[in-house]
T-cell receptor, first 113, second 117 residues
């Protein structure tokens, strides 16, 4: 158990809908990273937050957005969902912005039908 | 160009044997980190081992060791005395300095390892 929690574990929704994925980092970790793992694209970095502020952006679509709250939990919002958004979404956390290790949560498996 | 290349989509190894999973990387930075993660069928990502670009010794963590050859830009994972529980997907990843202080990971496509009894 990495100490990073993600909810929900599974999510099934229809095209065009909007969903919110939630992540609680390990106690004391200030950085949160979001990754998407799909069959087409593999594991891709989406976005990083550090202590509430956006720090880096990867291949994140405009339909997707994220935020990190004062209690350091983070949410990833996915809107106007398409079939191709079906993937495993991971959250990872680390202590600082430049910490060596990132600890991954169990992931949220999103299925868009 | 691919930053991380794992050329072995699948590998088989006999239980108790050693196996090497290949990883080559591409970077122009002098300072970077290399990681290996294991992803069992249950889906979670488990950190295995880390090698910094300035580390002179190859990293080791129990049965895992990293064969780091900087000039060849390779960071192969060696698993000794394979166990059935080692059957999983293995990902090589790299962290490079970016502008500012972000430190995202770039992953390879993975190698599916199957340990045979």
């Amino acid at each position: 158990d990495s100490g990073v929690t993600q909810t929900p574990k599974h999510l099934i929704t229809a095209t065009g809908q909007r969903v919110t994925l939630r992540c609680s980092p390990r106690s004391g970790d200030l950085s949160v990273y979001w990754y998407q793992q799909s069959l087409d694209q593999g594991l891709q970095f989406l976005i990083q937050y550090y202590n509430g502020e956006e720090r880096a952006k990867g291949n994140i679509l405009e339909r997707f957005s994220a935020q990190q709250f004062p209690d350091l939990h983070s949410e990833l919002n996915l809107s106007s969902l398409e079939l191709g958004d079906s993937a495993l979404y991971f959250c990872a956390s680390s202590v600082g912005q430049t910490s060596r290790e990132q600890y991954f949560g169990p992931g949220t498996r999103l299925t868009v039908t | 160009a691919q930053k991380i290349t794992q050329t072995q989509p699948g590998m088989f190894v006999q239980e108790k044997e050693a196996v090497t999973l290949d990883c080559t990387y591409d970077t122009s930075d002098q300072s970077y980190g290399l990681f290996w993660y294991k992803q069992p069928s249950s889906g979670e990502m488990i950190f295995l081992i880390y090698q910094g670009s300035y580390d002179e010794q190859n990293a080791t963590e129990g049965r895992y060791s990293l064969n780091f050859q900087k000039a060849r830009k390779s960071a192969n994972l060696v698993i000794s005395a394979s166990q059935l529980g080692d059957s999983a997907m293995y990902f090589c990843a790299m962290r490079e300095p970016l502008s500012g202080s972000a430190r995202q990971l770039t992953f390879g496509s993975g190698t599916q390892l199957t340990v045979l009894p």
